[in-house]
């Protein structure tokens, strides 16, 4: 098949590339052209006119929770491809937070069967310790081989000091980091993050130091082992110096954010809205600014989603008792172009970065180049658009957001990889 | 004139008028309940349901009886929290109550939060009987009545709420619901059982239980929880009956005539020594007395607004 892209602006930071107006001839899913087409060369099965809209490296979403094997009504690995998608992502990496837990070389040999075929991406996340009970080493050779992006206990942090130090010692055989959820296990519980709003509101607090004790344990961690940590979704202001610091040390930390850690605090809970209730909770006015600065100064790595899906009747019942998690693949670009490049807080280069090329980069993934001969990888983005998040159009099997009814202004409007183009709605073979 | 809202949740952001206008209505029930045929048609062929998921004898007790004083018809649902996690969820529960076709449903349970969650989910009036460790809203008016039954006002009045405050509805109740109408509101206590920024809300903290007593007029003394979680908040109960319980050495001291509640029930000699607590019997059992009139009034209120 040969797919002409017409009027496109082509930007790829890791080139130095920024073109305006070009054309791109595709055929068999292989980029054969940049730049005019002839005459000649004009007739094509499928021509999409570009015009102001931005071709860029696909999208890459390293925080998400597909919940097969397990929980299948909430989020299967093809629904959780067809939500990434939609959101402008061609590659995810998932957590090991399923049932069974991604803690063995079958598992991961099923999520990437499972996903083989689709468009986007799957990189399975394993487990650190084996059912992320944090106390025996996983089989981390084994599923390095059966190809595992990374390792994570996420939902808590590695159980002890002495673990983590045997893990990343062990991994930096692989080069490999460990992804941490950075709470002090003794400080967790609450259900709201501790401010003026759990007074108010009479909920269980958990305090921003049950979060920065871990980011300081494990920064510590990985300059006494040299191995590699990345921190997830950080959300504290205190967390975010402490990873400055450790970068201007040269250590190997890295860390990422999630929409609703740089655009919501928790004002959002003052509702009893369950679909605001996630871990790390929201936090302040203070905590949001903090974020904000770690990405405009670099601080923070990139952006990921957490998605996390949860099923009405699990989220549709006294607060405290809800399940932490939202969803977020179909509105984090739109929230990233809103709150972030339309704010002038980074630049379309910088968002780039931290949604396609950092998330690779930390988790030793190539990233994508625009050059004749290679496999296209694109997210297409139209910068301008303001549409109105609707949860019931989201491809998700779950529909638990905060961010229903926002208007937003900028969204992917389509994806292609693995020789597959997602466009309209619809998929494509290339 | 009717509240301005349909459901009682808090005392957070409920205005003067209504709570001067519950206070004011509950005088005249007061009155009914010393007649000699304690009962008013008022309620009659309305349907309240109790709907305790968390044991409460005593506020379940008080507002039967203001329902049955009214006329209605009341209905208790008892549900253990133990059996929340394996059986129906809240929504199922209330929409399965609703379907019986009632007007009111008064609501404890542990989880802060549940009564603004059942106003989602049903059609019913909801009145909040004891969130979590949110509100408890009609403690605090019964508080307020009783306060201003005894020292003829609220306003200018100074009340202090000596306790573990961080772990109680009625002290939150109280700050929003005496602030509103004009009172100083301080809080007195370890200050592990101070919660984290409640000088936002405009309360000053005292850790020093003689100060409290010398600088107010009414004193409000929760009860500690002995049975919870609360003991890891303070080294012993010795160590807080002798740091922080009222006792008549130090109401002597200090010289002056004060106003002591407590929501009951009491644990003598930790928080109120025994013999202060004799001493108070009169206005505790007073504000039990006051509660059942404010109930009446909340239910009257709510219940003949449509």
Redesign the interface.
Same mark, same amino acid.
């Given at each position: 098949m040969k797919l002409i892209l017409k009027n496109a602006n082509l930007i790829n930071p890791v080139q130095n590339l920024d073109l305006k107006g070009v054309a791109l001839l595709i055929e068999d899913g292989i980029i054969k052209k940049i730049g005019d087409i002839s005459v000649k060369e004009s007739n094509s099965d499928r021509t999409l006119d570009l015009s102001g809209k931005y071709i860029v490296p696909g999208f890459f979403d390293m925080h998400v929770h597909l919940r097969e094997p397990g929980r299948e009504d909430e989020e299967t690995i093809i629904s959780g491809c067809d939500s990434a998608a939609n959101g402008g992502f061609t590659g995810i990496a998932c957590m090991p937070n399923t049932e069974p837990a991604i803690d063995s070389a079958e598992v991961v040999q099923f999520i990437k069967k499972k996903a083989a075929s689709h468009l986007v991406d799957v990189h399975p996340i394993a487990a650190v310790t084996v059912e992320r009970k944090g106390e025996v080493l996983s089989p981390m050779a084994e599923l390095v081989e059966a190809g595992v992006a990374a390792f994570s206990d996420d939902g808590t942090a590695v159980k002890s000091a002495s673990i983590l130090r045997k893990a990343l010692e062990y991994l930096k055989m692989y080069n490999l980091p460990i992804i941490e959820h950075c709470e002090d296990e003794s400080l967790a519980g609450g259900?709201m993050n501790?401010?003026?709003n759990?007074?108010?509101?009479?909920?269980?607090?958990i305090p921003s130091v049950a979060e920065d004790l871990i980011v300081m344990r494990d920064i510590l961690m990985a300059e006494y082992t040299g191995g590699k940590v990345h921190i997830a979704h950080i959300s504290t202001k205190q967390a975010v110096e402490m990873v400055r610091e450790a970068k201007k040390k040269k250590l190997n930390i890295t860390a990422e954010v999630t929409p609703h850690h740089f655009s919501l605090t928790d004002d959002a809970i003052k509702?009893?809205d369950t679909n605001s209730k996630m871990n790390p909770p929201l936090r302040t006015k203070d905590d949001v600014e903090a974020m904000i600065d770690g990405l405009k100064d670099g601080t923070i790595d990139c952006i990921a989603s957490d998605h996390a899906p949860h099923s009405p009747?699990e989220k549709?019942?006294?607060?405290?008792?809800a399940p932490n998690g939202i969803i977020g693949l179909e509105t984090q670009t739109g929230l990233v172009l809103s709150e972030l490049y339309h704010k002038k807080i980074l630049s379309l280069e910088q968002v780039i970065e931290k949604l396609a090329i950092n998330p690779r980069k930390i988790l030793n993934l190539s990233v994508p180049l625009f050059e004749i001969g290679e496999k296209p990888n694109f997210s297409i983005i139209d910068l301008d658009e303001i549409w109105t998040v609707d949860i019931n159009k989201f491809k998700s099997k779950s529909r638990n957001s905060p961010f229903h009814n926002r208007l937003l202004t900028g969204r992917a409007i389509g994806v292609i990889n693995n020789g597959k183009m997602f466009y309209n709605g619809e998929y494509l073979n290339l | 004139m009717p509240l301005l809202s349909r459901h009682l949740l808090g005392l957070?952001g409920v205005p003067k008028e209504d709570i001067q206008l519950i206070l004011d209505t509950a005088i005249t029930f007061r009155e009914v309940l010393d007649r000699p045929i304690k009962k008013v048609p008022t309620l009659q062929g309305k349907t309240v349901v109790n709907l305790f998921y968390e044991n409460s004898t005593r506020t379940r007790i008080s507002f039967e009886l203001a329902e049955k004083r009214l006329s209605a018809d009341s209905i208790n649902f008892s549900v253990s929290t133990s059996s929340?996690s394996k059986g129906e969820?809240?929504?199922d529960t209330i929409r399965n109550i609703e379907a019986m076709k009632v007007d009111m449903v008064v609501v404890r349970?542990s %989880? %802060?939060?549940?009564p603004?969650?059942l106003t989602k989910?049903c059609s019913a009036n909801i009145i909040n009987a004891g969130?979590?460790?949110?509100?408890h809203p009609t403690q605090a008016l019964l508080d307020m009545y009783s306060i201003r039954e005894k020292l003829g006002k609220l306003e200018g009045l100074k009340v202090c709420i000596v306790g573990d405050v961080a772990h109680s509805?009625v002290a939150?109740s109280n700050i929003y619901g005496l602030k509103t109408m004009g009172a100083k509101v301080s809080v007195c206590g370890p200050s592990t059982m101070i919660?984290?920024?409640?000088e936002?809300?405009g309360v000053d903290v005292i850790y020093n239980i003689d100060e409290a007593i010398q600088e107010n007029d009414v004193l409000n003394v929760l009860r500690i929880q002995l049975e919870r979680k609360a003991r890891e908040y303070f080294p012993s109960v010795r160590e807080y009956a002798n740091y922080f319980g009222i006792t008549n050495e130090r109401l002597e001291k200090s010289g002056k005539d004060i106003l002591i509640l407590h929501p009951g029930p009491i644990n003598r000699g930790v928080e109120i020594s025994s013999d202060v607590a004799d001493g108070m019997n009169q206005i505790i059992l007073r504000q039990v007395t006051n509660g059942v009139a404010v109930r009446m009034a909340v239910l009257y209120l709510l219940g003949t607004l449509n």
């Open positions: 259900a501790e401010s003026i759990s007074t108010l509101l009479g909920l269980p607090p509702t009893y009747e549709e019942v006294e607060f405290e008792y | 957070y929340v969820t809240l929504k349970h %989880a %802060a939060g549940t603004q969650f989910v969130d979590g460790i949110h509100e509805r939150l919660p984290k920024y409640i936002d809300l």
